[in-house]
């Protein structure tokens, strides 16, 4: 049997939300495997891993810029300690970064850095960043970015919490340029709709079946260990489907402002209000640090004291 350590017991824990214990568990009986182990969690109705995906951090920021509602970009900028992530020379580079690109269409991070500085072209974004490290004495790195622009509709952008999520949306419509500020504050609603509740996709036909079976799977064994009957329990994961893609889709979710009005209806009804045919084609929701291994801390000693490891 694999070695289950106090740092994989924090992070899944971190994860899912589960007991300590229950962590420990679960790994013992995954062998070690940490995917294994939180589908263990969720049969057993521990944890809600697909809410809690998000909970390991690093630090920096997540940047927005949007020009003339038209071009957006999201970038995410990793620093070491959340006291740099606040420095005002750490915030106007992302802020430069996001502008340089949504100036510039770029492919990837890599092509990012060999690209001339807008606001000085005898140096690439790699030297800027270079300066940046020097002049406050720990490492940066750009992460990730996406770019949109848009063909027949509208960009918004949202930040929340400083950076520690941010979202960009675009709406497409008929008439974008002669609605653009409503369509605009439509976008920003929708895009605090993604930051609070996390969807994944836009609607039901974007979900891969791969992720659908898993579901089906997770929840048929998690009705089983309820000790529901074999009998109807096919007909529970039918309903208790209807709830995940409420959770992942975001025209199924209820309106964060009025939980009597889904996503979906919201925007058939701003459209209506405006005389004009409006849709989310597109969405990016950046959590800081999302899939990265946060520094260990004295927390390991909490969990090795307490699970005996």
């Known amino acids: ?64 810029f949007v020009e003339a509602g038209t071009t957006g970009v999201l970038v995410e900028i990793n620093s070491e300690t959340d006291f740099v992530a606040k420095n005002d020379l ?3 580079f992302a802020a430069d970064v996001a502008a340089q690109i949504a100036k510039n269409d770029v492919s990837d991070v890599e092509a990012l850095l060999q690209q001339p500085y807008f606001n000085d072209s005898q140096l690439t974004i790699q030297q800027l960043l270079n300066e940046k490290i020097a002049k406050i004495g720990e490492n ?36 974008a340029a002669a609605n653009q500020d409503a369509i605009r504050e439509l976008a920003r609603e929708v895009a605090m709709q993604i930051a609070a509740e996390s969807a994944k996709y ?39 489907m209807s709830k995940y893609y409420e959770e992942v889709c975001l025209l199924e979710q209820t309106y964060f402002r009025n939980q009597d009005v889904t996503i979906s209806q919201l925007v058939k009804d701003r459209g209506a209000k405006i005389g004009d045919t409006l849709a989310i084609t597109r969405f990016s929701r950046f959590q800081l640090g999302e899939g990265l291994e946060k520094k260990q801390d004295d927390f390991v000693a909490e969990v090795m004291a307490q699970t005996k490891l």
């Open 202 to 240: 836009i609607e039901r036909s974007e979900v891969p079946t791969e992720e659908l079976d898993k579901e089906k799977e997770i929840l048929r064994n998690q009705a089983l260990n309820e000790g529901k009957p074999e009998k109807i329990v096919d007909k529970m994961v039918e309903g208790r």
């Open 1 to 64: 049997m694999a070695t289950v350590t106090p740092a994989m017991v924090k992070e899944i824990r971190e994860i899912t939300g589960a007991g300590m214990l229950d962590c420990k568990k679960a790994l013992e009986e995954a062998d070690g495997d940490m995917e294994k182990a939180k589908v263990i969690l969720r049969e057993k109705g521990l944890a809600a891993a697909a809410k809690k995906a998000g909970r390991v951090a690093t630090e920096g920021m997540v940047q927005a």
């Open 140 to 175: 940066i790195s750009i992460r990730r970015f996406v770019r949109y622009a848009a063909e027949g509709g509208v960009i918004e952008s949202y930040i929340h919490g400083g950076g520690k999520i941010g979202v960009l949306v675009e709406i497409s419509a008929q008439n």
């Open 90 to 92: 750490f915030r106007e």
